[in-house]
């Protein structure tokens, strides 16, 4: 997602650095769904043609794939916090734990 809504100095890492990589991140694999004749071929030769990176970009920008991705990653953590809660009496480890379940939510990089 970070690619998608931060900067590269945000993130810390280059902007689209997944993509660059040949990784197709939660964003394009739903935006997938609706462009499968698009996105599929970029997948299988993991975004290496000229402009593949671009257009990728521009069809998940289109489709609601952003916000799934945040969805899905909101759904892991309640589970995550779920079992912390159930697994480990009270203690600032624990805390620590939900707090940091909370951060890969918020975290701007």
Do not use: C, W
């Amino acid at each position: 997602v970070l690619d998608y809504d931060g900067s590269a100095s945000d993130m810390g890492k280059a902007a689209l650095a997944d993509l660059n990589a040949g990784l197709a991140t939660a964003p394009v694999l739903f935006a997938a769904e609706k462009f499968p004749n698009e996105i599929q071929p970029m997948m299988e030769r993991k975004f290496k043609y000229e402009g593949d990176v671009e257009k990728a970009v521009q069809l998940v920008r289109q489709t609601d794939g952003i916000q799934r991705t945040k969805d899905l990653a909101q759904v892991h953590v309640e589970l995550a916090i779920e079992s912390i809660l159930k697994s480990l009496g009270p203690s600032v480890y624990r805390d620590a734990l939900v707090h940091l379940a909370h951060k890969v939510i918020d975290r701007t990089r």
